[in-house]
Each structure stands twice: as structure tokens, then as C-alpha cells.
């Protein structure tokens, strides 16, 4: 088996009464696409700043390439990073902010010059068009590429990504996380991002540690996160869940996670005996495109999104009108028992 690029073992932070990040431990593998996945507060960036140097841990180590760096600085690190905010130089052209990491390195200038086109290129910016313009004659995607390009040039073997597409508009954004996706497998080096956006995550990562408070909730690849969520807050933090109490086999009661996609309606008796169902009425009814979702209130009050798919409903009045009695029905395979 491969030896992880990347593991952290019980790493912890504490800011005085705050416990920032607590005992989380990770394993990341060589040329993976791996993803800090939660809200603000979760404690992902200073995970990443664990991860970085930027931030000393409390306890617990931090290995790269197989070796401890927990104690080490920044720039003894294997890495390279990607902020947020650029942080590119404006007093420089963009050929002087992608050579710069190569400068303090005392890199040959005749390699320099080499290394800075192809790194250009890499993030699809033609040299001869833009080594020489400042940062202020760029777009805010140019500048973010300029940026990547800065951290690409010195082929570090894992590339750290805080928020680096946030300030972008949602089109660019899209277009940079597939552009982002394709740099992971072409190059073969392991990109760890950070994130608040689950679509994000979700489009470019290999595999998602999903934080809260400070811990890590679960960590799997999109499709394991979305079909199999852990705990209640992965359900819900990740897309859309509707929770029921139910019993299983045994007699046990248990918390369980349904998405809306994975429930249907019924007339009221219709529902097929394989499936479990709840009686409910029709509080509203949604268009969303390609769905329509369905607000139902339960007998016991409870309120459920069911989604469903659209089948030319502009051509027909929308079924199930607000006031219908309905069933709720679902697969009981479906239904995914929560942790806790």
C-alpha cells in the first residue's frame, strides 16, 4: 500500500478557551484531490494552517513525504499555497510574482525563465500576452491563475488551496474548479482544498473531510458523503435530508437521514407494500427546473421535501396541489441510520 503524502495524527489547537481543531487525524494519499469541507468555524482553515506551518499544533504531529514536520517552518515544508486573496505582488509584472519563489531559492536565471512560461501555461495564461502586465491590467480569474502559477512553478508535491475560488463570479468559479480538476491529474501532485461550498467539493475532490466543531465528521469520496452520511449534521450539511424516527429490525429505535430525491408520493392506500410510508397533506409545491419538490406536513406535524422528477409538467397543471392528502413513501434500504 501507497504511504500516505500527507497524515496527521491527534492534531489539536487551542486559542485560549477555544478549541479550534480537536484530535483530528487525516491520511492523504499521493496526487489525491482532498477536501476541508464545513461552515465557518468548523476549524478547516487552521487545519490548513497546521497543515502550512503557518499555525503550531498543541498536540498531535504532522508528517509529509514521510517525515515529521510539525516543527517546521513554511518554507521547509513540501508545499506550495494558494490564498483567497491572491496575494500577488502589484508592484510586479506577472513573469516578477511567478519568479519570485524562484528568485529566494537562488534558482539559475537562465532555468528561471523556462520555468516561468511553462507554468504560465499550465493555468492556460499565453506568455507572450501576459508575462508582461501588472496585476492591475488583470481580470480577477487572470490574477487568481497568476497566483496558482506562483505556487505551481516550484513543483512542490502537494499544493494547499484556501478558498482560492471564492472571490470569483459563479460561471468563472465553475470553470476554475474543472480547470482546477484537470491540473490535480495532469500533474500528478496532491491538492488539498479548503471549503464552505459543497458543490464545490463535490465537483473537484477525490475524497471530502467533512468538518464540525473543530472535528472531523466523516471523511469518504462525494458519493460515499452524499448516499451514506454518518451523522445528522453531514445529512444535512451536504445537500438536502429529511429525518425520521424509525425502528429497526431488531427493535431498536434509530435516527435516519432520507434525501428528498429518495422519497415518493402516493395517493392516499396506494402505497406499494414494500414500501414504509406516512400519511401527510400537501402544504406546497415547487418548480425548480429539472425537479419539482414537494413540502409535505406530516400527522405529526413534521415537515418533508420530497423531490421529484420533471416530466413535461409545463404542458399539464402541477400534480398534487396544496391541501391533497398524500403518502410519503420510501425504500426502507434507503433509509440511513445516523450515528449518535
Not at 110 to 125: F, M, Q, S, Y
Not at 176 to 200: P, S, W, Y
Request: glycine share 8%; charged share 25%; proline share 7%.
Amino acid at each position: 500500500m501507497t504511504p500516505p503524502v500527507l497524515s496527521l495524527d491527534a492534531v489539536s489547537r487551542r486559542f485560549g478557551s477555544t478549541v479550534a481543531v480537536d484530535g483530528v487525524s487525516l491520511a492523504v494519499a499521493p496526487g489525491e484531490f482532498f477536501s476541508l469541507l464545513g461552515p465557518s468555524g468548523c476549524g478547516k482553515t487552521t487545519t490548513l494552517r497546521l497543515i502550512a506551518g503557518f499555525e503550531q499544533p498543541d498536540a498531535g504531529r504532522v508528517q509529509m513525504l514521510g517525515e515529521d514536520v510539525t516543527l517546521r517552518r513554511p518554507y521547509e515544508r513540501p508545499i506550495g499555497m494558494v490564498f483567497q486573496s491572491y496575494a500577488i505582488f502589484p508592484h510586479l509584472t506577472v513573469s516578477g510574482n511567478v519568479a519570485f519563489g524562484l528568485e529566494e531559492r537562488r534558482v539559475p536565471r537562465g532555468e528561471i525563465a523556462g520555468r516561468v512560461a511553462r507554468a504560465l501555461e499550465l493555468v492556460r495564461l499565453d506568455p507572450s500576452e501576459f508575462a508582461h502586465r501588472r496585476p492591475a491590467e488583470l481580470s480577477g480569474g487572470q490574477r487568481q491563475r497568476v497566483a496558482l502559477a506562483r505556487a505551481l512553478v516550484l513543483e512542490p508535491p502537494i499544493l494547499l488551496l484556501d478558498e482560492p475560488l471564492a472571490a470569483l463570479d459563479l460561471q468563472l468559479r465553475k470553470e476554475m474548479q474543472l480547470e482546477l480538476k484537470a491540473l490535480n491529474r495532469r500533474l500528478g501532485i496532491t491538492f488539498i482544498l479548503v471549503t464552505h461550498d459543497q458543490e464545490e467539493a463535490l465537483v473537484m475532490s477525490d475524497r471530502i473531510a467533512v468538518m464540525h466543531a473543530g472535528r472531523v465528521e466523516q471523511v469518504g469520496t462525494p458519493a460515499e458523503i452524499y448516499e451514506a452520511p454518518r451523522t445528522a449534521f453531514v445529512a444535512e450539511f451536504i445537500g438536502e435530508a429529511n429525518f425520521f424516527d424509525l425502528v429497526a429490525a431488531d427493535g431498536t429505535p434509530v435516527r435516519a437521514a432520507l434525501r428528498p430525491e429518495w422519497l415518493d408520493l402516493h395517493r392516499p392506500g396506494m402505497s406499494p407494500a414494500s414500501e414504509s410510508s406516512r400519511a401527510g397533506v400537501v402544504r406546497e409545491t415547487i418548480f425548480l427546473g429539472e425537479t419539482l419538490h414537494v413540502v409535505v406536513v406530516l400527522g405529526d406535524g413534521q415537515v418533508v421535501r420530497v423531490a421529484l422528477r420533471n416530466e413535461g409538467l409545463l404542458t399539464k397543471p402541477l400534480p398534487w396541489a396544496a391541501g391533497e392528502a398524500v403518502e410519503v413513501a420510501w425504500h426502507p434500504a434507503d433509509a440511513q441510520v445516523l450515528e449518535g
